[in-house]
């Protein structure tokens, strides 16, 4: 199984879940596709996080809702 892409450290930015590696928030992800922004638009936002990142959590939260749902 891949590792997360997700971070939760409290020495960076205080806990909240980051993209492993950056100081991105997960939910900043989040807010810019709920606004009808593009993984592009995002990624252009915020160089320092990959499409492959974006892919692979997304691709996760889809298995977890997955497990949620069954």
Do not use: C, N
């Not at 199984?1 to 997960?26: C, L, N, Q």
């Not at 939910?27 to 936002?45: E, K, M, R, S």
Request: charge should be negative; glycine fraction near 8%; charged fraction near 25%.
């Amino acid at each position: 199984m891949k590792d997360s892409v997700v971070s939760i450290s409290k020495e960076v930015m205080g806990g909240t879940p980051v993209f492993a590696g950056t100081r991105v928030p997960i939910q900043t992800l989040i807010d810019f596709l709920t606004a009808g922004d593009t993984i592009d638009d995002f990624i252009d936002g915020f160089p320092t996080v990959s499409r492959e990142q974006v892919v692979e959590y997304l691709e996760q939260a889809e298995t977890q809702m997955e497990k949620v749902a069954a």
